[in-house]
């Protein structure tokens, strides 16, 4: 049920941002015209299959991660954990090695503009600077989760005691250093795919074009990772949250009702929850949009409907 | 914006490097304006990296460009031709145009007039 809300939330959230963001998104579309149309089609084909491509890894990892949390529940949960953030890496890496090359005219005469593409061109400074910063509170969060957790009767460090009272499973060391871990490596796959983005030759026919699919290419690279990034860390908090609330309550002997709370840890155990929750919805809201972004065309399908025309002419000077 | 042109007899490292010369004696690229990466432009214009990275080194050696680790490729400043030698070369292309002169042919009144005035 809590699942169920969670998702028509999200697509609901989805649904107020596509519509308030139509004209930007409606600027990311042009109309080809005369003979480069069909070189156009076909390098925006190119794109959308890589974009499938990416969906179907991450899809498939996703499922592989699932399986393996099914067969080894030793592991406590951490495949599952670690699943959005390592289905991400997959997809960034096919998103960044796969061929797009802009198909070529052919032409005896190249030309080349002169301003530096850098990872960070294609999109708004907070666009990478939020992820950024999110992807450092997760780290911070893990260390500190790491200091407060306690060991569990095997020695693993995923349970936090308050009190006398120990609850878990808790993101101590057991799940912090892999969460660490994973999250250096979806900030090395997001700067490799962004750099790749940058550094693909650039089309002489299609000025245009070509700048609208690194900003889209970039989108999705970003809401994509980011989403991955909230979604994990969304989960750990809410587990942190769940698991500090329940070490910090003191329970009556008989009936299990709630006799009174420790504080401050049951207020920060509240807070997890409540902040877990919200990051979780944020990174479902992103990962959706990523596929939007995905799926979307570059290329209007209808000339002439007053969008912006690609420069296929203007580019080969006589 | 460079081009390269393979009908052009002038190799390619020599068609960047002029071009890039041209524009920032007059004014096009700016003091300070930083150039792409040597990768960037070599795949874009679809030549050896090597070739441009001997355009920027020539380009780096006739004081042209600065280049430093932190801060890349770089126009140097005060390389800029003065506002009278700009203005004077408008007018002569415009009177060379006048008579129906080609490139080769207005070059060839620059060469003559460049070697009659160089002090001995």
Redesign the interface.
């Known amino acids: 049920m809590i699942f169920l809300a969670f998702i028509l939330l999200t697509l609901v959230i989805v649904a107020i941002v596509g519509v308030t963001s139509r004209k930007r998104t409606a600027a990311l579309s042009i109309t080809v015209s005369g003979t480069g149309t069909a070189a156009a089609r076909r390098f925006a084909r190119t794109i959308l299959l890589r974009n499938i491509g990416v969906l179907a890894v991450t899809g498939v990892v996703l499922g592989l991660l699932n399986l393996v949390n099914d067969a080894q529940p030793g592991w406590y949960g951490l495949p599952l954990m670690l699943a959005p953030g390592l289905a991400a890496v997959a997809g960034l890496l096919v998103f960044a090695l796969a061929p797009t090359r802009m198909v070529s005219t052919g032409s ?10 850098r990872p960070w061109s294609y999109g708004p400074a907070w666009g990478f600077l939020l992820p950024l910063i999110a992807a450092a509170a997760v780290i911070a969060f893990a260390i500190v989760a790491g200091f407060a957790s306690s060991p569990t009767p095997d020695g693993s460090y995923r349970s936090i005691t308050v009190g006398s009272s120990t609850s878990g499973p808790y993101p101590g060391w057991f799940y912090g250093l892999p969460l660490i871990g994973l999250t250096v490596l979806l900030a090395a796959a997001t700067l490799f795919a962004l750099g790749r983005i ?5 089309s ?1 026919s299609f000025g245009e074009l070509d700048r609208i699919v690194r900003v889209l290419a970039t989108r999705v690279v970003m809401q994509l990772s980011s989403g991955a990034l909230f979604l994990y860390f969304g989960g750990v908090l809410l587990f942190a949250g769940w698991a500090t609330t329940n070490a910090a309550t003191v329970f009556a002997p008989g009936d299990g009702g709630v006799v009174s709370n420790v504080q401050p840890a049951a207020f920060i155990g509240l807070s997890e929850v409540i902040v877990g929750l919200l990051m979780a919805l944020l990174g479902g809201v992103l990962v959706v949009l990523s596929l939007l972004d995905a799926t979307r065309q570059p290329l209007a399908r209808v000339a002439g409907t007053g969008n912006k025309k690609a420069d296929a002419a203007s580019a080969h ?1 006589a | ?7 052009d007899p002038r190799p390619p490292f020599e068609q960047i490097r002029g071009q ?1 010369a041209d ?1 920032i004696r007059a004014g096009t ?1 700016a003091a300070g ?5 040597v ?3 070599a ?4 030549v050896a990296a090597g070739t441009v990275a001997r355009a920027y080194a020539a380009l780096e050696t006739a004081g042209l460009l600065t280049t430093s680790r932190g801060s ?1 490729t770089r126009v140097r400043p005060d390389q800029e031709l003065g506002a009278d030698s700009r203005s004077s070369a408008r007018r002569f292309v415009q009177a060379q145009r006048r008579d129906g002169a080609n490139l080769d042919e207005a070059l060839s009144a620059v060469r003559v007039e460049w070697t009659r005035d160089t002090p001995a």
């Open positions: 005896s005469r190249r030309s080349a503009d002169l301003l530096p593409r940058a550094s693909s030759p650039r002489e000077p | 914006m460079i081009t390269i042109d393979d009908g890039l524009q690229l304006q930083r150039l792409p990466a990768r960037q432009l795949v874009d214009l679809r890349g």
